[in-house]
């Protein structure tokens, strides 16, 4: 047995000492370590993505790929070619610089975008903190202490001659040969602490798989902010210009209603017309100024919101837009083929990693209702003095495993496995209503492309109806052959037509971007990632097979996309 004197030293003899047996414990444990963390027996489901809906179309019958044109801007016809490929940057197909321009501010500029990517970083920093637990911990220590004891603890130990040896030897303290003597010393303690919990039933290796299917959610919905914000600043783009001819027109056609209510006021003064004629023209052109108020309201508005989406305040407007009048309607429009929209979809993709999260954490669950394995290896040395740390003989270690389990809980873990289960049947639910979503979008976008083409070909066609009804109306005014309300409603009627033919008119364009977002977007054929949402690199951990497994698995899903 070892003894320790009044100065800490120990009568074992100078030798390898403990360090040997710390080291063959380490080397042990890192071998079950090792054994134990290679993929094995993980419980809980293991997830298989959704299979593409059978029978899933966007129309119920029969469906033209042509539509009908127009003479007029945005009136060329259109064609839907199916299987063609989305473009990643679609709103080129306009062959506007200024759109490209606006997109490009705001995609560089919007908070959201900054944001996504932050949230994208954060659940991958979160994967790579999750993925170290595959490895063992080590903490290291050094510590020194002063204490003072009495011989007194020992039942009267040292009350001879000899305790004031003792007490000379370790403190220079002295005490009466019938009383305790005190004992002062200072120990130096240097330790290693390694502790490991091998993966047994996988509940690391399911955490890591939520980790990574959250941060997948994380980077669909990076996409999902990418393709709202490129889709919102056209659509905002195309109806600032919408309402800028509303107000030209509005304008242009006031003031041809005030040069006739000028003549008719001089042929009144002559007595060739009757007051009731001049009254009802200017009726007419204070309901035309009337709707002036509402269309800028309406125009500024837009602005507003156009420049929020550039990442700008309001009083920064600079008054940059774009005339529909010389935009470029895209001929032929890509149609992916019903079996594809579920893997270009960014919110039917985070739908999928939202179900798979929730089938992970179902294995969490399980994995916490069985025993646990835990391994600790402690090691180092305790010395009177620092220089005495590197003798062998004065080194210490212990080994230990602990096997721990619930054995009662009553029902805890079994109800929050259960509610992990209801969250994957709703994620499930989720899923299917996102797809269903997601086909309903395309349909609406292609009924939109139809019949907005043979609006705009009516509202054509109307306005030249209108305008030439004015014409003749005018004619039999002057002629005696009618009367002035007549005019006036001929004159209300146009004026309606040309704004509801502008408004035809954004409308084939609006239905074109409605389309590009309906089927994606095209981010496939794009990055949109930056270094801003990539976790900082771990050398060590990066190289772990199991966490090299797992993030093979999830690139050769996203591969198969």
């Not at 130990?157 to 030897?169: A, I």
């Not at 837009?302 to 009048?325: C, H, S, V, W």
């Not at 705009?456 to 002057?478: C, G, M, P, T």
Request: charged share 15%; hydrophobic share 40%; glycine share 6%.
């Amino acid at each position: 047995m070892v003894e320790i004197n009044a100065r800490g030293e120990t009568s074992q003899p100078p030798g390898r000492g403990g360090w040997r047996f710390l080291r063959l414990g380490i080397s042990a444990a890192a071998a079950i370590a090792s054994a134990l963390s290679l993929p094995g027996c993980a419980v809980g489901p293991d997830f298989v993505g959704p299979p593409t809906p059978e029978n899933a179309g966007y129309t119920s019958g029969k469906f033209s790929p042509v539509t009908q044109s127009a003479a007029a801007a945005g009136g060329a016809s259109q064609r839907l070619v199916s299987g063609r490929d989305v473009p990643g940057e679609w709103w080129r197909l306009f062959r506007s610089k200024q759109i490209s321009a606006l997109v490009a501010e705001a995609v560089e500029n919007h908070p959201n975008i900054e944001a996504a990517e932050a949230a994208l970083r954060q659940a991958r920093e979160t994967t790579e903190s999750d993925v170290a637990s595959f490895l063992p911990s080590a903490t290291l220590s050094q510590s020194v202490s002063r204490t003072q004891m009495t011989t007194a603890q020992f039942g009267g130990l040292g009350q001879s001659s000899s305790s004031s040896g003792s007490s000379s030897s370790s403190s220079g303290s002295s005490s009466s040969s019938s009383g305790p003597v005190a004992l002062i010393y200072t120990l130096h303690n240097s330790n290693a602490a390694v502790s490991f919990t091998p993966d047994v039933f996988g509940k690391t290796a399911r955490t890591v798989e939520g980790d990574f299917a959250a941060s997948e959610y994380q980077r669909y919905q990076l996409e999902a902010t990418y393709l709202a914000l490129t889709a919102n600043v056209v659509t905002a783009a195309i109806t600032d210009s919408s309402y800028a001819w509303q107000i030209k027109v509005t304008r242009e056609l006031i003031a041809a209603y005030q040069k006739q209510l000028d003549i008719l006021q001089k042929r009144f003064e002559l007595g060739a017309v009757s007051a009731a004629d001049v009254v009802s023209e200017k009726a007419l052109v204070a309901q035309a100024q009337a709707t002036l108020p509402p269309l800028e309201k309406a125009r500024a508005q837009t602005r507003n919101q156009l420049m929020a989406y550039l990442g700008r305040f309001p009083n920064d407007d600079k008054g940059e837009a774009i005339d529909i009048e010389h935009l470029h309607l895209p001929r032929d429009l890509p149609l992916s083929l019903p079996s594809n929209l579920v893997r270009q979809r960014p919110d039917v993709l985070s739908a999928e990693a939202q179900l798979h999260q929730a089938s992970a954490n179902v294995g969490v669950a399980t994995a916490n209702m069985l025993p646990q394995l835990t391994l600790t290896a402690n090691g180092g040395s305790q010395a009177a003095n620092f220089a005495q740390l590197f003798w062998p003989q004065t080194s210490v270690y212990s080994l230990a495993a602990q096997l721990s389990g619930q054995a009662f809980d009553a029902g805890r873990l079994f109800h929050q496995r259960e509610a992990k289960l209801a969250a994957l049947q709703q994620a499930e639910a989720q899923y299917r209503a996102t797809v269903i979503n997601a086909f309903q979008n395309v349909a609406n976008a292609l009924q939109a492309i139809k019949h907005d083409a043979e609006t705009l070909r009516s509202q054509v066609a109307a306005e030249k109806a209108a305008a030439e009804s004015l014409n003749i109306s005018q004619a039999q005014y002057d002629a005696g052959s009618t009367t002035y309300p007549t005019v006036l409603n001929a004159a209300q009627t146009l004026l309606n037509a040309r704004l509801n033919r502008v408004q035809a008119q954004a409308a084939r364009f609006s239905d074109t971007a409605a389309l590009m977002q309906a089927l994606g977007g095209g981010w496939w054929n794009r990055i949109d990632e930056t270094p801003a949402s990539l976790p900082k690199p771990t050398d060590l951990i990066s190289t772990m097979p199991i966490a090299a497994a797992i993030r093979a698995e999830h690139e050769e899903r996203t591969n198969a996309r």
